[in-house]
């Protein structure tokens, strides 16, 4: 009798104890996303990104999911698929990511994602996409509350550094996809949800000129060189 009384309370506390983990893992669920979104920290040079230039990435945006715990801790535990080929710098903004290719849910739960597969920095229009959380400062969420007209916008590929000044801050639907394709004008163009996820906002960038990583200034290579702004 003692003994099954002794079982029935080691199975009680275990029942609190797994009750009081999941009472905690919903309280902090946002803490504990923001903070597997902030451990990603790549290293990101000339070998590793003509590596990663070579390798296959989905674009197809029908399969995107919103960045719930689920697609973040996976994102985490497979991020050999992520491919990055370059950095992004927004100083005015507090902006530094890494660039990687295509939309799949590991590349934007952790990264900015290029939206087509022959966009090249420096030419036409290189669109970037990335989440908006509810940290103010994680993935793209600066640009929804620190981008301004007139701030500039830092590129790189590790060989090369592209410098761009915004021109253009605006919402536009969701449907409003001819914002990605080529131009023949030099853009960046940088895509993320507005406060509600049903719009987009629309930061646009036009090319002021390119220089070689070792020749740009010295504040944007320690910029570059930084941590990754995925942390709170």
């Known amino acids: 009798m003692a003994k099954k009384k002794a079982k029935r309370r080691w199975w009680g506390t275990l029942g609190f104890l ?4 999941v009472s905690l ?8 996303k923001t903070w597997l979104v902030s451990s990603y920290q790549p290293e990101v040079t000339t070998k590793s990104v003509k590596q990663n230039e070579k390798k296959h990435a989905s674009y197809d945006f ?7 715990f ?23 903004s507090d902006i530094h990511l890494p660039i990687a290719k295509g939309v799949s849910n590991p590349v934007l739960a952790l990264t900015a994602g290029t939206m087509r597969a022959d966009q090249k920095m420096g030419q036409n229009n290189y669109p970037l996409a990335g989440h908006h959380m509810v940290s103010h400062t994680i993935l793209f969420s600066p ?3 620190k981008t301004q007209v007139g701030q500039k916008i830092y590129l790189t590929n590790a060989t090369k550094v592209y410098e761009y000044r915004v ?13 990605v394709a080529p131009t023949k004008q030099k853009l960046v163009t940088l895509i993320t949800c507005d406060a509600t996820g049903a719009n987009r906002l629309m930061i646009r960038g036009k090319y002021v000129k390119q220089m ?3 020749q740009a200034p010295l504040a944007v290579r320690k910029g570059f060189a930084g941590k990754f702004n995925n942390r709170y």
Do not use: W
Not at 25 to 32: D, G, K, R, T, V
């Open 25 to 32: 893992a919903l309280i902090f669920n946002e803490q504990i």
């Open 212 to 214: 070689p990583y070792k």
């Open 167 to 179: 021109t253009v801050r605006k919402f536009i639907a969701a449907t409003d996809v001819q914002v």
């Open 18 to 21: 797994l009750l009081i983990l």
């Open 143 to 145: 640009l929804y509350f």
């Open 70 to 92: 689920s697609t973040v801790a996976k994102a985490r535990l497979n991020s050999k698929e992520i491919h990055v080929v370059g950095q992004i710098y927004m100083p005015q």
């Open 62 to 68: 029908k399969k995107v999911k919103s960045l719930d």
